[in-house]
């Protein structure tokens, strides 16, 4: 049952029977394997095709109102048995994560923040009305996964084993409302890098039209349904040359994201100030991981400004027209970061630079640095509390 107390400006609501603390969580020591007899063969890397083939293992955990989470099960990468009934088929109820696992110079399989990844799943399920969890126990969870399908992580530099954490609701109902029953799941997937001869400059379709998220909405959370709606728009500018949308909102035209990947603008302002800004975490942006790195290693670094702040399309073209816009890129798990040359906006196509000192580069040389660095922690060339050994 769900219930609602509205005050004077904001509307609380109390779930019942969601968070687990009185009923059973997940606790990893508890996991059953039941290793799979069957091997699959794993694809050479130059093969790999982004999330077309997976691992040999699955991990599953059911949970329900009354008993909370059953122990965690590691078995065979299969279909899952649901009925047509599901909530998760009829309202959207699923919510998923990214994150990757690898493997350094020395065989060493590593993971990149994810206790970010923990905390922003156990969020969207919140948003969802999905059951809370122990998001450190749901790690150890994850690494036990890892751990037994070692053998599908690429040892190459670039390569990676991509893990997808995904919720959903099962509950065997047609009535809107939070489930009595609910599934954990998370697959594997070998992946290549995002750009397999270097960076690839893409060009974008400014879009106001259609729109991403709005203030109040789900932006803010990694859940399906801020996704399948922008299939369309994407084939739309597709069709017109353009790689992706960039998202705007709002009557100035407030940059938002770049498809499915957070924004980066690096410009002299206004006050002739070197400055790198992205977006504000007002609810409509998606609080990435890749994001808040590029923000702390800027921040570290203390070369530059670096804002967190709302921008509009008018303000990059005026950049552009004085000579102040010096690099733009999306940034998220898949590419790390994705080089921008180009926008579409009002009619006309507005050039993005690159690197000023080298005409045939597809990359800005702030955004090459940030590829750069982060690489070097993910594969555990430089010692850095991101990466997390798992053993």
Known sequence: MVFATRLPSLLVVRSR???????????????????????????????????????????????????????????????????????????????????????????TIRMFRPDMNMNRFLRSCQRLTLPDFDKKELLECIKKLVLVDERWIPSERGYSLYLRPTAIATQESLGVGPSSKSKIFVISSPVGPYYKTGFAAVSLSATSHYVRAWPGGTGDAKVGGNYAPGIRPQMEVGQKGYAQNLWLFGENDNLTEVGTMNLFVFWKNQDGNLELVTPPLDGTILPGVTRDSILTLARQWGEFKVSERSVTMPDVTQAIDEGRLLEMFGAGTAAIVSPIKNIYYKGRDWAIPLDPKNASSQAGVLTKRFADTIMSIQYGEVEHEWSVVVK
């Open 17 to 107: 029977g969601l968070a687990t603390a009185s009923l059973r969580d997940i606790r990893a020591a508890d996991s059953i394997l039941s290793p799979s007899a069957a091997k699959k063969t794993i694809p050479p890397n130059k093969d790999l095709v982004f999330g077309q083939t997976f691992a040999d293992h699955m991990l599953e955990i059911d949970w329900t109102k009354a008993d909370g989470w059953a122990p965690p099960r590691i078995h065979q990468y299969g279909n899952l048995s649901l009925a047509p009934s599901a909530t998760v088929f009829h309202y959207g109820m699923e919510c998923f994560e990214g994150m990757k696992a690898y493997k350094d110079a020395k065989g």
